[in-house]
């Protein structure tokens, strides 16, 4: 696991020369917004959308031309999917009306990387590549409570960025962004042998190895402000 995750930073370092050796500014932005998460279970089914926001704090460093930028942030981010379900039937053979049940982690994730940054002054589209640490602070499942024992409290990603920005003056700008977000790695892991009850039939069973992926879909406004660097010869 560490080893895949280092190569994932050194791939961020590898592109940090792209970006420009001298700073002209230094930006501080305020990212919010809703998000999708999904997830594929290592036997190969999917799970509903789990509909679900994420807020977080970004610094970055662009470059004297204004076309490259490395950016560090930090934020809250809620992850896991959904189980849908057109009805049940209790252990009476009662038929009883389904509902959607959300399987929610609450995590806070680092995260390092570059865009690079095209168009004019007043509007610009980007595109980037970051490497993300997460750390798992809560879990709210409405459903297979037993799964939260096994939740994996530290995980790893990349993601994948691209938007559009706008001046809204000097030293403030306004932007929309939309990031692709995969797991490498797996934030529930069950392994096989778990004994199991199964109130239907009452009897226990060793269970098969369990396990799933998060792949996030976020959407975020941001407010960014600049301090201008200004190099006297």
Request: aromatic share 16%.
């Amino acid at each position: 696991m560490k080893s895949r995750f280092l190569c994932i930073i050194g791939v961020v370092i590898f592109l940090l020369p792209f970006s420009s050796l001298k700073a002209q500014s230094t930006g501080y932005s305020f990212h919010v917004g809703p998000n999708l998460g999904f997830q594929k279970w290592g036997y190969g089914s999917s799970r509903a959308a789990l509909l679900a926001y994420h807020f977080s704090l970004s610094v970055d460093s662009e470059s004297s031309e204004g076309n490259n930028i490395i950016y560090g942030d930090f934020g809250y981010h809620v992850k896991g999917g959904a189980i849908r379900y057109q009805y049940f039937q209790d252990l009476f053979g009662n038929r009883i009306k389904g509902d959607k049940f959300n399987m929610a982690c609450h995590n806070l994730a680092l995260e390092a990387g570059v865009r690079k940054m095209v168009g004019g002054e007043k509007l610009k589209t980007y595109f980037g590549i970051g490497a993300r640490a997460e750390y798992t602070v809560k879990t709210d499942f409405e459903i297979n409570k037993e799964y939260e024992d096994y939740v994996r409290k530290f995980n790893y990603g990349l993601s994948f960025i691209g938007g559009i920005e706008y001046s809204l003056g000097k030293t403030v700008k306004n932007g929309w962004q939309i990031k692709i977000a995969p797991d490498i790695s797996k934030q529930i892991f069950v392994p096989a042998g778990i004994l199991w009850y199964d109130p239907y039939t009452r009897t226990s069973y060793r269970g098969t190895e369990i396990s799933t992926r998060n792949l996030t879909i976020e959407l975020s406004t941001y407010i960014r402000l600049l301090q201008l660097i200004e190099y006297e010869e």
